[in-house]
């Protein structure tokens, strides 16, 4: 059974009839649903190696003509990677990655003025794009339109609350990573000092991991509380250092506040690392002098778009009923502000036994 044969029981072109056959979103939902109950009372399947074999043969040179992956901002900036060197990162991995998997990448800004939704999706089936990245969005209750449900998507992060896709740094393995690295250097008393901003995006992951690992490694008279903050202020950080004695604080913050914090010990006559240790889990860790964990951000983007393209080749689009999730493990950094610079044999060996 052929699609031309196909296109005369239902009076349709070929050309709809095999858009229409792959779930184009330019075809309307009724005309899709009768093409694929005529090709299902037919007999007729697609062959997904032939599927993907005239997808390759479609894609030319020309950057125009490439199958394009949407890019949507749900900030206030069209292009919020441009101010942001953590997003910048991501977005150089999905474009690097794309254009190896043979796509093009087109920024797309959802809050443009006069902007509706309605509006944005016509834009999208206009273009033929089937697929949409998203750099989620600074309000982590943010949603995406209703009018969204019919392409794939994936998002980086956890904030926005739609169900969809995602890719998102290993928070929870990340800081059983950190604390374990820090047991072999013999540190016992480790204090976590969490941002609000960043525990509430990062879903309390760094927070949960902290916890169990405590549960299970120290007694009850070893467990420093928890310093939670709005923002890095002194007097709140040395009450909680005086009163509670970490040997190591580990800070989940931005670099900026971990530096901060170092700057804040010293003042108040702490040496580091002799005194107190100091390790960073962030966003990007590019000081060489701190010991800290960063988020793998080129990794995160090239797996977001590898992501997103599986889903469009198979179809997947509308809201997931299980939404899939990719965790990417952090990039450990050595710094002289842990003993030993951070790098410890005890955890070399442990590592390697993991590995094999």
Same mark, same amino acid.
């Given at each position: 059974m052929s699609i031309r044969r196909i296109a005369r029981l239902t009076?349709?072109?070929p050309a709809t009839v095999s858009l229409a056959l792959r779930d184009h979103p330019r075809i309307s939902g009724a005309t899709r649903s009768r093409?694929?109950?005529?090709?299902?009372?037919? +007999?007729y399947s697609l062959d997904p190696k032939v599927t993907q074999l005239m997808r390759v043969v479609r894609r030319t040179s020309d950057e125009k003509n490439r199958e394009c992956l949407g890019v949507i901002s749900l900030y206030d900036d069209p292009r919020p990677w441009l101010g942001s060197l953590h997003l910048a990162q991501i977005y150089e991995g999905m474009e690097r990655r794309a254009e190896k998997l043979g796509y093009r990448l087109e920024p797309m800004w959802l809050r443009a003025p006069g902007m509706t939704p309605a509006r944005f999706r016509g834009i999208l089936d206009a273009? +033929?794009?089937? +697929?949409?990245?998203?750099f989620g969005s600074p309000a982590v209750d943010d949603t995406l339109p209703g009018e969204f449900d019919h392409y794939a998507i994936v998002a980086q992060g956890m904030s926005m609350k739609t169900?969809?896709?995602r890719v998102v740094s290993n928070a929870y393995g990340d800081m059983l990573g950190v604390l374990n690295r820090l047991h072999a250097l013999g540190y016992r008393r480790p204090g976590l000092w969490v941002s609000e901003y960043e525990h509430i995006r990062g879903v309390y992951a760094h927070l949960s991991g902290y916890l169990g690992w405590c549960h299970h490694h120290l007694d009850a008279r070893q467990a420093v509380p928890v310093l939670r903050t709005t923002e890095l202020d002194e007097s709140q950080i040395m009450h909680w250092v005086r009163e509670n004695h970490p040997d190591v604080i580990i800070s989940v913050q931005r670099q900026e506040e971990v530096a901060g914090l170092c700057s804040i010990l010293r003042r108040n006559k702490i040496e580091i690392p002799s005194d107190i240790g100091v390790v960073g889990i962030c966003q990007l860790v590019d000081d060489p002098g701190l010991a800290g964990l960063a988020e793998n951000q080129h990794l995160i983007g090239a797996c977001a778009v590898e992501l997103l393209a599986s889903r469009v080749m198979t179809r997947d689009f509308g809201v997931p009923a299980r939404p899939r999730v990719e965790m990417v493990d952090g990039i450990w950094q050595n710094g002289a502000t842990l003993r030993n610079g951070g790098a410890s044999a005890a955890w070399s060996e442990s590592a390697k036994e993991r590995s094999t």
């Open positions: 009076k349709l072109s093409v694929h109950a005529m090709a299902l009372r037919c +007999g273009r +033929g794009i089937e +697929g949409l990245l998203c169900s969809v896709h």
